[in-house]
C-alpha cells in the first residue's frame, strides 16, 4: 500500500528508502501538479529555521510581562524546558484573563497553517481558547474582506458561490468569450485550503482554447493568463475595473443591448443604478470615453467589448486581487451587474464567475459535504475585529468601528496568542504593525519556524509540522480524502498543537472539554466517523475509518455519469421563486436598500466608481511613482516554504525579484538584476529587479511571502533587506461597510541601490541560549 500526504498545494505519495522518507511524488492523476510540494520534505528538515526548544524572549523571561516591547524581534531567547515554558503560559493566561477578562485576549490566530482536519492550528486554538472562557475572534479574511461581505447582500455567500462555479466542461463546451479581470493565474491555482487534486485549471483553460473559446485577459499583468493559445491583453491601469464595468455597462444599456427581460424577473434596482450611468447624479454619464482616461483603454475598444460579449456566450471573471483593493466591493458589484444585462446567469458557460484561477476549487464537479471538522466550541466572548483591522484594535483600545452597516468598538487587548498564522507576513504596513505588536503585555506563538512573528514573540512553542504527525487530509470540492500518516519523527522537541492545548487546558482545568479524554487516533476516528452522514448525503459512501487508513486515500469523484457538470445559479434561473437568493428581495441586487439604509460614506446602495487614494490617476504615476501589486508568490504559499530551495532558487543574490517594464527601468538606469531600494512614506525594502514588457508601464510587481528582515538603513530608517512588499502597502479599510485588506492601492519609488548590501540573515535562527 503506498503512504499520501496532503498540503495546501496537492496531495503527494511518499516514498522511502531503506526504512526512511526519501523524498515525495505527484499523484499519477494529477495532470499538472505543483512543484512546490516536492520542496516541502527539506524544508521541514532545514534546521536553520526550525524551531527545537520552547523559547523566552530574554527581557520577559527575567522582568515578566510588559518588560521591554520595544525589544520584540531585536532581543534574543532563553530555550527552557517544556514544563516550564507551559506553566509559563498557563499562569500568564490565567493572570490576564483574572485581571482583564477573556476580552483582553487577542486569539484571532489568522492564517493558512498547514493541511490536516484535525492538526488545524487554528482550529485547535479557538477550540481550547473557548475552553478557557473565549477570546477575541476575527471575521472574515484577507482573502476575500471586502467580497465576503457585499456579496451576500448581492447575490449569495461567496462560499455558496466558490462551491458552485459553472464547471470546466461546461465552459469549454459553451463559453466563446471569457473577459477575465486579474487574469486566470495558474500560479495561484496551485493551491486550495487542504489539498488540492488533481490540478484543474492549466488544463481546463487549455482546453477551452482547443475549443476555441476567445479570452480577454484585462490585467496590468499579462501572465495571469496562460491559455496555449494567443489571447488579447488589456493592460489596464491597477484599480480602474470599476470604471471599465461601468463603462461596459453603459455601452450596453445605451445601445440597448441589455437584457431586459432578465432584468425584470430576476434582479432589483437595475433602475436606480441606469440613472447612475445616465449620469443623473452626478452629471457625468460613464460613457466609454469617460472610463478611456481613467482606465488606459481606449473608448473604441471598450464599446467594441461590449457589443461582442452581448453577441456570444460569455463569461466574466474577476480575480479576488481586485477586491484586495480600496473600494474592493465595487468591481465584485458590477461583475454580477454587467453579467445580470447580458442575461446569461444561469445558462451554460455564460454568467460570472468571482476567482476561477484564485484557488485551484473553482469549477470542480467533486460533490461537495462537510469533510471532517474539529468543533470549536462556544466562544464566551463577543467582541470581534474584522481580519485585517489588526493593528487599528492594538493601536486604539475602545474606539468605534463600523462593519457591515453595525458601529462596534475595538478591545483592550493584553495578550495576543497566534498559531498558524504569520501576521508578519500577512499584515499591511508592517512598521506600523511593529509599533501596535508593542501594546500588548505577551505575545504567545506556537511555530514550526524562525518566522517574523516568532522572532517578534516573547514565548514560543515549537510545533510539529503535518509530516511529524497523524491527520485526515481534506479540502472542500477536491477529490482525495487522504490518510495522512506521519512519516518522521518530530523535530527537536517540537510537539502538535493539539499536545501543547492538552497540557495547557490541564494547568487550566479545563482538559476534559478540550479533550474529551480522547487522543489523536480517537479524534481522527471520531471526525471521520462524524462526517459519514454528510458524505452519503452527497452519494459519496465511505469506508470504515481501518479500511481507509490502510488504503491511504479515498476517491471522492463520482463515476463521470454521476457527475453532470455544474452552472452557476441553474436553478434560480429556472424557478426563482422557489430557489429564491438568499438576498432581501431573493433577486440579484443590483440597488441594494440595505447597504443604502447604512448610510456609508465609501460604499452607496448601488455599485458606482470612487477614486482611490493611491492610483495612477490619468494612466501615469507624477513625478516617478509607481502602482505596487503585491501578488500571491508562484513558489511557495504565502510565507511557508520561503527558505525551501524551490523558493530561494528563484531568487536573485537571495533578494525576492521585483518585475517592471523595460522603459520604466531603463528611465531609472536600473539593468536585469540590479538590486533596488522600494520606498514611500510608510516604509523601504530591497529587490531585485526583473525586466519584463509583460507588466504594464508605470506598474511594479513584487510579490509577498519574503520573511520580512529588517535592517537599520545608513540615514537610520528601517529597511527589509529581502523584499517584503507589506513595508509598503497601505493599512487602509477596503470601505467602511467591509473593512477588508486593501493591499492592492499602493504607490511607491523606485531606485537603483549603490549603497553597501546588507545580508539576508533571516534564514537564520535568532540568538539563543540554554538556562544552565
Ligand atoms: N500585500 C499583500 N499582503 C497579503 C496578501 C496580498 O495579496 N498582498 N494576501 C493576503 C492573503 S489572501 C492571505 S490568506 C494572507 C496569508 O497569511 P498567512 O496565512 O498568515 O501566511 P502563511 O505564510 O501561510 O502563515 C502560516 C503560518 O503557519 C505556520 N504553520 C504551518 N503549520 C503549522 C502548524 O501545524 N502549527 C502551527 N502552530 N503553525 C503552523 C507556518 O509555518 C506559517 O508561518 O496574507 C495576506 N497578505
Ligand atoms: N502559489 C500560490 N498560490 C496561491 C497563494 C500563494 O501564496 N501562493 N495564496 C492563495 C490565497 S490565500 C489566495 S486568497 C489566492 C488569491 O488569489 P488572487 O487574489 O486572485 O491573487 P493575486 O495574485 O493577489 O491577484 C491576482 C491577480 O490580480 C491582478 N490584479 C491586482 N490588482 C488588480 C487590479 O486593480 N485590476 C486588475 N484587473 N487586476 C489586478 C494581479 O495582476 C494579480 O496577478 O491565491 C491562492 N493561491
Ligand atoms: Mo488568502
Redesign the pocket.
Known amino acids: 500500500m503506498k503512504t499520501y500526504t496532503s498540503a495546501h498545494?496537492g496531495v503527494y505519495e511518499v516514498h522511502y528508502q531503506k526504512g526512511e522518507v526519501s523524498h515525495l511524488a505527484p499523484i499519477p492523476e494529477d495532470e499538472s501538479p505543483s512543484p512546490?510540494g516536492l520542496s516541502m520534505l527539506d524544508a521541514c528538515r532545514d534546521a536553520g529555521v526550525r524551531v527545537a526548544r520552547p523559547s523566552v524572549r530574554e527581557s520577559w523571561l527575567r522582568h515578566g510581562p510588559g518588560a521591554h516591547p520595544e525589544r520584540r524581534g531585536r532581543e534574543g531567547f532563553v530555550e527552557v524546558p517544556w514544563d516550564e515554558a507551559l506553566d509559563m503560559v498557563a499562569a500568564e493566561l490565567d493572570r490576564v484573563r483574572k485581571a482583564h477578562g477573556n476580552a483582553s485576549i487577542f486569539g484571532g490566530c489568522y492564517g493558512?497553517s498547514s493541511a490536516g482536519r484535525f492538526h488545524h492550528a487554528q482550529s485547535q486554538a479557538h477550540r481550547f481558547l473557548n475552553a478557557i472562557g473565549g477570546y477575541v475572534s476575527h471575521r472574515d479574511?484577507?482573502?476575500?474582506g471586502a467580497a465576503r461581505v457585499l456579496m451576500p447582500h448581492v447575490v449569495a455567500p461567496m462560499e455558496t458561490l466558490m462551491a458552485s462555479h459553472t464547471s470546466w466542461d461546461v465552459l469549454r463546451e459553451h463559453t466563446e468569450l471569457f473577459v477575465t479581470?486579474?487574469?486566470v493565474?495558474e500560479?495561484?491555482?496551485?493551491?486550495s485550503a487542504g489539498g488540492p487534486s488533481p490540478h484543474r485549471i492549466p488544463g481546463g483553460l487549455r482546453r477551452m482554447a482547443q475549443a476555441g473559446t476567445r479570452f480577454v485577459n484585462?490585467?496590468?499583468?499579462r501572465d495571469?493568463l496562460a491559455t496555449g493559445a494567443g489571447f488579447e491583453w488589456w493592460a489596464?491601469v491597477?484599480?480602474?475595473?470599476t470604471a471599465l464595468l461601468l463603462a461596459l455597462a453603459h455601452t450596453l444599456y445605451a445601445e440597448g443591448l441589455h437584457d431586459e427581460a432578465f432584468l425584470q424577473r430576476y434582479c432589483v434596482g437595475f433602475e436606480v443604478f441606469a440613472a447612475y450611468l445616465r449620469g443623473e447624479e452626478d452629471g457625468q454619464p460613464k460613457s466609454a470615453e469617460w472610463a478611456a482616461p481613467l482606465t488606459g483603454i481606449e473608448a473604441a475598444r471598450i464599446r467594441a467589448l461590449a457589443r461582442e460579449m452581448a453577441g456570444s456566450r460569455c463569461m466574466i471573471n474577476a480575480?479576488?486581487?481586485?477586491q484586495?483593493?480600496e473600494h474592493g466591493e465595487q468591481p465584485y458589484w458590477l461583475v454580477v451587474t454587467v453579467a445580470a444585462m447580458l442575461g446569461q446567469i444561469g445558462l451554460p458557460g455564460g454568467g460570472f464567475g468571482v476567482?476561477y484561477?484564485?484557488?485551484n476549487m473553482m469549477g470542480s464537479t467533486v460533490p461537495k459535504f462537510s469533510g471532517p471538522t474539529l468543533s470549536q466550541g462556544r466562544n464566551a466572548v463577543r467582541d470581534f475585529i474584522p481580519v485585517a483591522r489588526l493593528s487599528d484594535m492594538l493601536l486604539s483600545p475602545g474606539q468605534p468601528f463600523q462593519y457591515n452597516g453595525v458601529t462596534y468598538q475595538y478591545p483592550d487587548i493584553r495578550l495576543v496568542y497566534w498559531a498558524g498564522g504569520n501576521p508578519f507576513h500577512h499584515h499591511q504596513d508592517l512598521n506600523r504593525l511593529e509599533l501596535a505588536w508593542q501594546r500588548p503585555e505577551t505575545i504567545v506563538v506556537h511555530e514550526p519556524f524562525w518566522t517574523s512573528t516568532a522572532r517578534r514573540a516573547d514565548i514560543v512553542l515549537p510545533a510539529t509540522t503535518t509530516l511529524e504527525r497523524d491527520d485526515i487530509g481534506y479540502s472542500n470540492r477536491e477529490r482525495f480524502l487522504v490518510a495522512m500518516k506521519r512519516v518522521m519523527p518530530p523535530y527537536g522537541e517540537s510537539r502538535d498543537d493539539y499536545a501543547i492545548f492538552t497540557e495547557l487546558a490541564r494547568r487550566l482545568d479545563a482538559e476534559e472539554l478540550f479533550t474529551e479524554s480522547r487522543d489523536t487516533m480517537q479524534w481522527l476516528r471520531a471526525l471521520y466517523a462524524d462526517c459519514q452522514p454528510s458524505a452519503a448525503g452527497a452519494g459519496v459512501t465511505l469506508p470504515d475509518f481501518d479500511r481507509f487508513w490502510e488504503q491511504g486515500r479515498i476517491d471522492l469523484l463520482p463515476e463521470p455519469e454521476r457527475a453532470p457538470g455544474v452552472i452557476l445559479l441553474e436553478s434560480f434561473r429556472q424557478d426563482p421563486e422557489a430557489h429564491a437568493l438568499t438576498t432581501p428581495s431573493g433577486r440579484i441586487e443590483i440597488h441594494s436598500e440595505r447597504i443604502a439604509g447604512f448610510g456609508i460614506a465609501d460604499c452607496a446602495g448601488h455599485p458606482r466608481w470612487y477614486e482611490p487614494s493611491e492610483w495612477l490617476r490619468g494612466g501615469q504615476g507624477e513625478d516617478g511613482l509607481l502602482h505596487l501589486?503585491s501578488?500571491?508568490?508562484?513558489?511557495?504559499?504565502?510565507s511557508q516554504l520561503d527558505n525551501s530551495a524551490y523558493s530561494r532558487g528563484m531568487k536573485i543574490g537571495l533578494r525576492e525579484p521585483v518585475r517592471l517594464h523595460p522603459e520604466d527601468a531603463a528611465e531609472r538606469g536600473i539593468a536585469e538584476g540590479d538590486i533596488v531600494r522600494l520606498w514611500n512614506a510608510r516604509g523601504a525594502c530591497l529587490a531585485a529587479a526583473v525586466l519584463s514588457d509583460g507588466v504594464r508601464r508605470g506598474v511594479v510587481?513584487l510579490s509577498?511571502?519574503a520573511w520580512f528582515d529588517p535592517v537599520v538603513a545608513p540615514d537610520g530608517s528601517s529597511l527589509d533587506s529581502h523584499g517584503n512588499p507589506n513595508v509598503l502597502t497601505q493599512d487602509v479599510p477596503s470601505s467602511g461597510l467591509s473593512q477588508g485588506c486593501a493591499a492592492?492601492s499602493c504607490l511607491v519609488r523606485l531606485e537603483r541601490y549603490t549603497q553597501a548590501l546588507p545580508p539576508v540573515t533571516v534564514f537564520e535562527p535568532p540568538a539563543l541560549r540554554s538556562v544552565a
Open positions: 498545494w512546490i493558512w479574511s484577507y482573502s476575500l479581470f486579474g487574469g493565474p500560479k495561484n491555482a496551485q493551491i484585462i490585467s496590468p499583468l495571469d489596464i491597477p484599480n480602474s475595473d480575480a479576488w486581487g481586485l484586495r483593493a476567482g484561477g484564485s484557488v501589486i501578488d500571491q508568490p508562484q513558489t511557495r504559499l504565502h510587481a509577498t511571502g492592492h
